[in-house]
C-alpha cells in the first residue's frame, strides 16, 4: 500500500471554510464540522473524505441528514457520490482522546488535552480533506469544564468568550488565513503564562504568550527570549514580519516529536521549551533556542508557503532547519554550530544513507509518511538548501526567498517552485543540481594531488562515487562546491587556477566539481602544499585524501577555517585509532602514536593561554578539536563494524593522551573552574563549561585520584545542570577505585530531582548509557523505576533510545541479549505508539553493518518483530524494507 509522488492529482474540491465546534468531556469528545466546499470544475467522482477512528455520529449535507444509503465508511473514509457543486456539510464526530496513546490527532497529555495533526493526524479529530493542498478558513469553538480547563486554545484570534451552565464555558477562535488543516492546533487546560509583547518592523504590538502548567512557569524566560530574537532576526536577515496579533507557545509532556508549528499556536514537547540554570544543560538551552526558532521560522517557510504534498516535506523542513542553523550560528559560535551539524550529518545522516531506509531528500514513495520525518530529509535537505546558498551568496539567495515567498504567498507548492526561484534570480542552470534531490545515498569523493616543482603546478584529481539505491541504480554525478584553499608550510597558498593570475591572490576558493572525474590545474605554487578541502563541510559527502599524520598537522595549526582544523584532528585520531585496531589482533599494549600526544598537547597551551587572557581562541572549537571520534562515528566507517574493537581501541588512545597530558587538563580545569562561577549562557561561557568539563573526563578517566575528588566535589557544588550532570556521568561512566560505588550518587541526583521530570530523563540516560557490556540488567530495571513512564516518548527515547543508540557495548552485547530484549520493547510500544515505536527500531535495521554472527542475531530479533500479527504501518515499513 505505497502512494508514489508520480501518481498525485489535485484535489476535486475545496474547503473555502472550515468551522469546527469541539465538546470535551472526561470520557469522550464530539467534534461537530461544517465544511463549506466546492466541487473544482471539470472534476467528476464521490467525495472521499479521510477518517481514522472516528465514530461518525451524524452526517448532513446543507442541513439535510444522509440516510446511510446515502454515503458508505470505512476504515480510513467517508464517501458521498451525490452532491451538488457547492454545499456546507455537515459532520459530528464521536472520538477518545483519553484513549489516544499514538499521540496523534486529539489526546490527553497529563491533566491537558492537546493536538498534534502533521502529518495525517486532523483525519483522526473528523472526516476531512487531509493533505496540506487543501487549504481553509478556520473558525474554531471549543466548550469543556471551566474548573478543569479555564484556558482554550486554538488558532489565530480570539473572538468570543461566554459563561455556559453547568460551570462549562465556550471561546471561540478564528484565524485570518487560510492553512492545511495539519497546522490545526487545539489545547484545553489549567494553565498560566508567561507573556510578553514584540513590536515588529512595521511597528504592529505582538502579544506573546507562553502557557505552561503552573510547575514550569519558571522556566519559560530563556524560551520567551529565544523568541523575542528569532522574530528579529527573521525580519533582518529574510524580510520575514510575523502576521497576527499574538504568537502562542504551550508546553506538553506529551509529544512524539520535538514541537509543532501550528499557525499562532505552537505546541512544543516541554525537553524543547523549558529551561533554566539549575535543571538545563548548555545542550539543552542551545537546542531550545534553536527549535523555538525553527517553529517561528515555519511561520513562512511552511505556512503562508506551504507543501503541496507530503514528498514535498524538505521544501519546508529542509529550508527551515537551514534557516535554524544559520540563526543559531549567528547567535552563538558558528564554527561549533557547524561542527556540531556535521557530527549528526556524519554519524546519523550517513548511516540512513547507506542503510535500507535509504532514501532522496525527496522521496518518489513511502507507506506511512511519518516514517519519513528523517535526518535526510530536515538535515540533508538543509546542507542542499545550503550548497544553493553557497553557490549563490547570500545576496541572491535573499533575492530567491523574497522571489519564493512572495510568488507562492498563500500556496501549497513543491521544491521544484523553490529551485526555480533561486534559479531565476540566479541565471543559474540547476538541472544537475536536482540530483541532490532525486538521488540517495551519499556521494563518496577521492581527492588525489599531485604537485610539480619544476613547473610549479599542483593538480588536484576528484573523483566521484554514489552507491546505486533501490530508487536508482545508476547515479549521475552531482554538482559538488569544493570549497578549498592550499597550505605551505608557513601559511595559505594564493590559488591561481590555470592562466588566471587573479591579483586578488585569493587564499579560497569554491570549485565546482560537475563530473565523475575531473582535474583542477594550480599553477604559480610555489611549494608542495596541504590541500584544505570541503572546508567548512562545503557539500555533505564523504572525502577520501590520503593525508600523512604531518599533512593533518599542518592543516590543525595554520588553516584560515576552524571546520577543516576540527576536521585534521579528527582525522588525525581515527588514524591513530584505526593503527591501534590494526595492532591490537597481535599486541597487547598497541602503540599509539605520539604525534597525536604532541597534538594535543599544543592545543592544550593554546587553551590554557587563552583562558589566561593572553591570546583569543574559540575554546569551544579547540575542546571538539581535544574529543575524539566518537564511537558511533567510527562505527560508521569501516564494515564489519567491530564494536567492541573500537570501543577498547578509542579508550586505549583515550587513555594514553590522559595519562601524558594530566597536568595540562588540570592546569586548564582549575583555571575554568575558577572563571565560571557567574553563571551565564552566552557562547563563551558554555564554551568555557564544556571545556571545563572535558578536561574533569580526562582527569578521571586517567584514573587520577585528585581528578575525581574534583569530580566529586564538583557534583556537590554545581550551581548549574551542565557541571551537575558532567560530574555525575562522568562517575557513572568510569570505574576506578577512587570512585568507588557509585549507587550513592545516583540516588542522591534522585532524591534532589524525581519531582522534576525533565532531569529525570537525563538522569535515566546517564544510566543507560553507561559502557559497559552489562548494561542491559541496569536497562531492565530502569523500566520498572518510578522515574520511567512507558507511556511518554521522552521517558521511552531516555531510556530504550539512548541504549540502542548511545551505548554501543551494551546493546551490542555477543549474546545478542540487547536485541531480543529490544524487539520485545519494540512490540510492546508498537501496540500503543507506533511513531515512537517506529523511531526504536532504526537500530537494529543496520544489521548488515555487523559481523555474520550478530547478524543472525539481530535478523532474529526483527522477524521477531515482522511477526506481529497487528503490527502498524510505521514498523511494517521499517522492518519489511530492511529484512
Ligand atoms: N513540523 C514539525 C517540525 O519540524 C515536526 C512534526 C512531525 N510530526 C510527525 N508526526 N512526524 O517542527
Ligand atoms: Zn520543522
Known sequence: SAIFLQDYKAPSFIISRTELSFELFEDHALVHSQLHMQRDAGAAGPLVLDGQDLELVSVAVNDVPLTSAQYTVDAESLSIAELPDTFVLSCTTRIKPQENTALEGLYRSQKMFC???????????????????????????????????????????????????????????????????????????????????????????????????????????????????????DEEVYGREYDLDIFMIVAVDDFNMGAMENKGLNIFNSSCVLANQVSTTDDNFLSVEAIVAHEYFHNWSGNRVTCRDWFQLSLKEGFTVFRDAEFSADMNSRTVKRIEDVKVMRTNQFAEDSGPMAHPVQPPSYIEISNFYTLTVYEKGAEVVRMIHQLLGAEAFRKGSDLYFSRHDGQAVTIKEFVSAMAEVSGRDFSQFMNWYQQAGTPEVALKGEYDPSAQTYKLTVKQHCRPTPECKDKKPYLIPLAMGLLGANGALPLYLGDDLDAEKPTHRVLEVTEAEQQFLFTQVAEEPVPSLFRNFSAPVKYQYNYSLDDLQRIITL?????????????????????VLAEMAESPAPTVDSRIIDAHSALLDEAISAVTGNTEADLHLLAYMLSLPSEGYLAELKTPIDVEGIHFARNRVKRKLAAALKEKYRTLYVKLADATTEFSVDAAAIARRYLKNLCLDALVFAADEAGVELCKAQLHHAN?????????????????????????????????????????????????????????????????HPAFDKNNPNKLRAVLGTFANGNPIGFHARSGAGYEFFADQVIAVDARNPQIAARLVAPLTQWKKHDEQRQGVMRNALEKISRVEKLSKDVYEIVSKSL
Not at 478556520?138 to 459563561?163: H, M, R
Request: one cysteine or more; charged letters at 25%; proline letters at 4%.
Open 115 to 233: 493536538t498534534q495533526c502533521e502529518a495525517e493526524g486532523f483525519r483522526r479529530i473528523t472526516y476531512y480533506l487531509d493533505r496540506p493542498d487543501v487549504m481553509s478558513e478556520f473558525f474554531t469553538e471549543i466548550v469543556a469544564d471551566k474548573g478543569k480547563y479555564p484556558v482554550l486554545l486554538s488558532n489565530g484570534n480570539l473572538i468570543e468568550q461566554n459563561e455556559l451552565p453547568d460551570n462549562r464555558h465556550q471561546v471561540k477562535w478564528h484565524d485570518p488565513h487560510k492553512k492545511p488543516c495539519y497546522l490545526f492546533a487545539l489545547v484545553a487546560g489549567d494553565l498560566v503564562s508567561l507573556d510578553d509583547t514584540f513590536t515588529t518592523v512595521s511597528g504592529r504590538s505582538v502579544v506573546l504568550r507562553i502557557f505552561v502548567e503552573q510547575k514550569d512557569i519558571h522556566k519559560c524566560d530563556y524560551a520567551m527570549a529565544a523568541l523575542k530574537k528569532s522574530m528579529k532576526w
Open 559 to 579: 588553516d584560515e577555517d576552524g571546520f577543516c582544523r576540527w576536521d585534521a584532528s579528527q582525522q588525525m585520531a581515527i588514524s591513530v585509532i584505526h593503527r
Open 720 to 784: 548549574n545542570m551542565t557541571d551537575e550532570l558532567s560530574a555525575l556521568r562522568i562517575l557513572v561512566h568510569n570505574t576506578n577505585p577512587f570512585i568507588g560505588d557509585v549507587a550513592p550518587y545516583l540516588e542522591a541526583f534522585y532524591q534532589k530531582w524525581k519531582a522534576d521530570s525533565l532531569v529525570m530523563n537525563k538522569w535515566l540516560a546517564v544510566q543507560a548509557s553507561r559502557p559497559a557490556a552489562d548494561a542491559l540488567a541496569s536497562v531492565s530495571s530502569l523500566l520498572k
